[in-house]
Structure formats: structure tokens, C-alpha cells
């Protein structure tokens, strides 16, 4: 038997089960466990025996009172006289003294059904309203399902109000807290014994927990933010997988994130870096950042000399502003971050703090004094930690990035090349850091037109990513996007087709329409289908890409700035000169605003337009 309190939710079930099922899930969210009788038309006779042991059970009632009467006994209840199977479950519970908990539906709440019920049905029904709301009961009025749910989440408030008219419910009240209290710490209660429907829904602790580790995971290689809205929609796509990986419900998952973060904020023995982390695993970033900047501050003030911990703060809080995309904030924090280390009296704090730093430079495009910065730092920690410690194959990984980002693909190829050496010996074949310096030798492959080699290296990622991530992960399908691409540079434009479509299909249903990797799988099979011809088809995805990037990243985007110079090309294609070169003439300037004068990306926006230019006269 179940430690939870046990809530009974009555509803017409062909009218509101569509709320009723909203209900159940909140309910099994907050920590309770939900039940209910679906009720239809039967030849078995008086269900009301049935019922009662149901309400008997059960903890309390919340009736959810719609419009429809729905089914009935043959004949009237000689305790309550005439009424429905519903209307009966709440007389009978206030009958037996067990709180009922009303909450009316208006018209403008979403039903399933029940049009077809004849007028004078919906006018007993009309009558139980009334009378329900006339005798003293406590009820709420609902519109939509968003503010059903909102009025099950302030059951607490609901009962703390009862207990002063009431002593019994009083003692409900202690029992449900007790139990919210139980979910909220240990998360170990029971799942439901009796609704399988249900239970599926809230899974065991054991998967939360390992949910959790999933999330800490992708906060290193998928969460990668760089605006509040990417951050965001990284997050909950992150959380999307993962419930859909685990097969826990993803409401359930998020109260569950929740609650570690309040537990963590609450303790005292948890560090105050791990307390910031807390939040951002739950979504709360803006409170993640003003909490380490409050914590580091405080600190500041009390210090005799900084402490490691401080400067975790402010590197924390550098590194949340740097994934919502305040750039200048975040490269605040982080040089108050290395200002405040002692270089000879914790090397290993100094040198993190100068890594975020370097990460954050580069992030802005300062790439000279961000490869300055690494130039500088992985000499010294090569001597301070050795030359295989993992904080010096990530500051070389980031280094080779920046030189590819400046251009220089050859002198980028060798370092990567040297850098999975050493990764594949050190950390093995399938870290993810390895796996993720693979993926970038690929990338500068591919810019090399090295197409073949970028397939090769694509391909024997793919493989072990599919082993360890799953096929559907996040990181997974980065590489078969990228694999397709090289595929289609390769002319092979019918298995690039097939492959991007297939990618497309599975982030939609797993990460959004509107998720950055979706549309940029909508992009590449666009330049798929113009390498073959369909002009007309891929111009109509471009535009609607472009569209949604704008708005979800803004006209400065280095991704807006590559759809509309894919846009360009596709309109030059079909000889649509005029509109081609506005489109190409806004890449061109965001680019040569972003980037070097000599990178390629600027200098193919330049030669587009001039060839547009060209065609225009």
C-alpha cells in the first residue's frame, strides 16, 4: 500500500479527462497519488458500491465540476436522491467526512466531449452547481488548463485554510505536508499499485537520480547557451531527451530539479558553487548568477586575503552570463575571477579562472588575445599539472578551435590531430572529450575541402556515440548532421538528403521546431535540395528559417548571418539578383563585424556579392 496520501479525483470522464489526466500528473508531481474511476456505460448494475470503497481509500476528494451530468444509477441513491455516478462520489465523501476540494469549470475551459447530452441533463447539472456553491463548500473557478494546474499546486494554501474550520482536516493537512516534505528529500515513495496509466508517469528514484547525472553531462557538451533564449531552449530540449531517454514524465523530472536545488540552498554543508550549480540544473539561471555574485560579494567583504571559494563564485557567475549571452558582464566577472587568484599559491584555481576567461574571449571574437591568453597558459600548466592532466588537453582543444575560427585551417588540422593522440591515449577512445576533439578535426577537415578524410572522421565518431550516447542524443545527431553535410560536398546528394531528413525528423520530435540544431537541419537539407535543383522547395525552408532565427537570435547571429548568405545563393541560383543582394549584403556586414577581414566567411560573402553586383548590371 502506498505511503502517499491518497487524492480521489471525480470528473465526468468524456467531458474533462483531458483535465483529470492534468490533475493526476500535478498531483503525482507534488507528491501525492492520484486515483479515479472511470465511469461508462455498463449492464453490471449500481456502481455505487464500487465507489464507496474508493472514496473510502482515499485521503480526500477534488471534484472537478464541468457541465456535463454524465452517467447515472437506474434509480434514484436513497441516501442522496437522484444523481449522477460523479455528483455521487462528492455527496458520499462529504458524507463520510473526507475534505472534497471543488473546482468549476466555466465556459471557456477546454472540454473533450459531451455536446451530445440532452438539455435536461445539463440543466441537473446546472442545479448541482448552484447548490454546491450555496452551501458553504470551498470552491475554485477555472478557465484554462494552465490555471487548473496553478490551482493544484496551491493545494497546501487550500488545506492550511481548511484546518481552521476544521480539526479533521487538520490532520489530513499534517499528513499531506508530512508527505510533501518525504517527496521533496528522499523522492523514495511508492509508485501507485493500482493505475498503471498513472504510475508510468513518476518513475523511481533511481531514474530521477540518473536523469540528473544526464543533465550534468549535457550542461558540459549540449547546454552550450549564448543568448537567454538559446540557453533556454538548450535546457529544456536537455530535459526534453532526457525524460524521453529515461521514460519519466518531464513535469515529474522538473519538480524533482527543483526540489535538489531547494534542498541545496537550504543546507548548509552543501558548498556554495554546488548551490549555484543546483540552480541552474533547475532552469533558474538569472537566480544561479545573482546568488554567486550575492555569495561572492559577501564573501569579498569578509575576507582578510580571497579564498578558492570566491573565486568560484565569480567564475560561476562569469560562466552563467557567458551562456545567457552578456558578454560584457561575464568578462567582468571572469577577470575579477583571475585578478582575485594567486598564481603560485593555488595554480590550479588561477589556471580555471584563466581557461573561462580565454573561453569568454573567444566567445566575443577576440581571437588574438584569446590565443594569446592560451599561447601563455598551457606552457604553465603543462609544468604546474603535467602534460596529459585534463585541464591542459581542454585549454589546447580550445586553442585549436580559436586558430581554426582565425582562419588558419592547416596549422588547426595539425593541432587537432596531435590533440586526439594524446586525448585517445590519455582519456580513451570514447571520453567525450575525445569524441568532441574528433568532431572538430572533422569540422576544419570539411572547410579544407578534405571532404572524404571529414567523412571518414565523421563516420568513426558516429559509431561511438551511437554505442554510448544512443542514436537519438543530442550530441548523435550533431555528427550525422555534419556527416550529411560532408556527404553532400562529396555529391552524394541523395544520401545527404536521406540523412538530413532523418535527423530533422528525430530533432523536431526531440528537441523543438524552433531549437537551433532543428534549424540548422532544415538548413543544410535546404542546400541539399538546391545542390539538386528544387530550388523552389529550398528557398521556402530558407525563408522560414531565417525567419525564426532572427527572431529566436537576432540579425547579428553568425547562424543568421549564414542563412542569409545560403538565402542568397539559392535567390542568385534563380536569377533573383535584387533580392539576392540584400540578403547576402546584411551577411556580409555582420560578418566582416564579427570576424577578421581575411577570414573565408567573409571573404566568400564578399565574392557572392560582387558576383551578384556583377549580374546586376
Known amino acids: 500500500m502506498s505511503t502517499r496520501p491518497v487524492i480521489f479525483i471525480s470528473a465526468v470522464s468524456r467531458e474533462l479527462h483531458t483535465a483529470r489526466d492534468l490533475i493526476a500528473k500535478t498531483l503525482l508531481a507534488l507528491g501525492y497519488e492520484p486515483k479515479w474511476q472511470d465511469i461508462a456505460a455498463t449492464d453490471a448494475g449500481d456502481l455505487s458500491a464500487v465507489l464507496r470503497k474508493w472514496i473510502d481509500d482515499s485521503d480526500a476528494v477534488i471534484q472537478l465540476v464541468g457541465h456535463c451530468y454524465g452517467f447515472a444509477p437506474t434509480s434514484p441513491d436513497p441516501t442522496f436522491g437522484p444523481c449522477s455516478y460523479t455528483q455521487y462520489e462528492a455527496l458520499y465523501a462529504r458524507q463520510k467526512g473526507k475534505p472534497v476540494y471543488y473546482i468549476f469549470t466555466d465556459a471557456d475551459h477546454p472540454k473533450d466531449g459531451c455536446a451530445c447530452e440532452p438539455q435536461t441533463l445539463h440543466d441537473l447539472q446546472e442545479t448541482y452547481r448552484q447548490t454546491v456553491k450555496s452551501n458553504g463548500a470551498l470552491y475554485h473557478t477555472t478557465s484554462s488548463l494552465i490555471q487548473t494546474e496553478l490551482l493544484i499546486r496551491r493545494l497546501k494554501d487550500d488545506l492550511a485554510h481548511l484546518r481552521k474550520r476544521n480539526r479533521q482536516i487538520a490532520v489530513l493537512l499534517l499528513g499531506l505536508l508530512a508527505a510533501l516534505v518525504l517527496a521533496a528529500t528522499l523522492m523514495t515513495s511508492k509508485q501507485s499499485e493500482s493505475n498503471q496509466n498513472i504510475s508510468v508517469l513518476f518513475q523511481q528514484n ?329 530550388y523552389v522547395e529550398a528557398e521556402e525552408e530558407l525563408r522560414s528559417v531565417l525567419q525564426i532565427q532572427e527572431h529566436m537570435l537576432g540579425a547579428e547571429h553568425p547562424n543568421t548571418a549564414k542563412s542569409c548568405f545560403n538565402l542568397a545563393l539559392c535567390l542568385e541560383s534563380q536569377q533573383k539578383f535584387p533580392e539576392a543582394f540584400k540578403f547576402v549584403q546584411q551577411s556580409e556586414q555582420v560578418r566582416t563585424k564579427l570576424l577578421e577581414p581575411d577570414h573565408p566567411d567573409t571573404k566568400d560573402a564578399k565574392a557572392l556579392r560582387e558576383r551578384i553586383e556583377a549580374a546586376m548590371k
Open 206 to 534: 533511481k531514474e530521477l537520480t540518473e536523469g540528473l547525472a544526464d543533465l550534468r553531462q549535457m550542461f558540459e557538451t549540449s547546454i552550450k547557451g549564448g543568448s537567454e533564449t538559446k540557453l533556454t531552449s538548450d535546457y529544456i530540449s536537455a530535459l526534453r531527451f532526457i525524460a524521453y531517454k529515461r521514460g519519466v514524465d518531464l513535469d515529474a523530472f522538473r519538480v524533482f530539479l527543483e526540489q535538489n536545488a531547494t534542498q541545496a540552498l537550504g543546507n548548509e554543508t552543501v558548498a556554495l558553487k554546488d548551490k549555484v550549480r543546483a540552480l541552474q540544473e533547475a532552469g533558474k539561471f538569472v537566480q544561479a548568477r545573482d546568488f554567486a555574485l550575492e555569495q561572492a560579494r559577501r564573501l569579498e567583504s569578509e575576507r582578510q586575503k580571497s579564498s578558492k571559494e570566491e573565486v568560484e563564485l565569480w567564475t560561476e557567475a562569469a560562466m552563467t552570463e557567458f551562456n545567457l549571452g552578456h558578454d560584457v558582464a561575464a568578462l567582468k566577472y571572469a577577470t575579477n575571477a583571475v585578478n582575485q587568484t594567486d598564481r603560485q599559491a593555488d595554480f590550479t584555481t588561477w589556471s580555471s579562472a584563466r581557461h573561462q576567461l580565454g573561453r569568454i574571449l573567444a566567445r566575443q571574437r577576440k581571437d588574438k588575445e584569446a590565443q594569446a591568453l592560451y599561447e601563455e597558459l598551457i606552457p604553465m600548466q603543462k609544468t604546474a599539472l603535467g602534460p596529459d592532466h585534463l585541464a591542459v588537453l581542454q585549454s589546447r582543444r580550445t586553442l585549436a578551435v580559436i586558430i581554426y575560427l582565425k582562419g588558419n585551417y592547416a596549422l588547426a588540422e595539425q593541432e587537432g590531430r596531435a590533440l586526439i593522440a594524446d586525448c585517445q591515449r590519455v582519456l580513451g577512445t570514447e571520453h567525450n572529450v575525445t569524441l568532441g576533439c574528433r568532431n572538430n578535426l572533422a569540422v576544419v577537415l570539411f572547410s579544407e575541402a578534405k571532404h572524404a578524410e571529414a567523412v571518414q572522421e565523421y563516420s568513426a565518431v558516429l559509431e561511438i556515440q551511437k554505442h554510448t550516447l544512443g542514436t537519438e542524443h543530442p550530441d548523435t545527431l550533431v555528427t550525422r548532421n555534419n556527416l550529411a553535410n560532408a556527404l553532400d560536398a562529396q555529391g552524394r546528394h541523395s544520401e545527404a538528403e536521406q540523412e538530413h531528413r532523418a535527423v530533422l525528423k528525430v530533432r523536431e520530435r526531440v528537441l523543438g521546431v524552433e531549437h537551433p540544431d532543428t534549424l540548422a537541419s532544415r538548413n543544410n537539407l535546404a542546400a541539399v535540395l538546391q545542390a539538386k535543383g528544387a
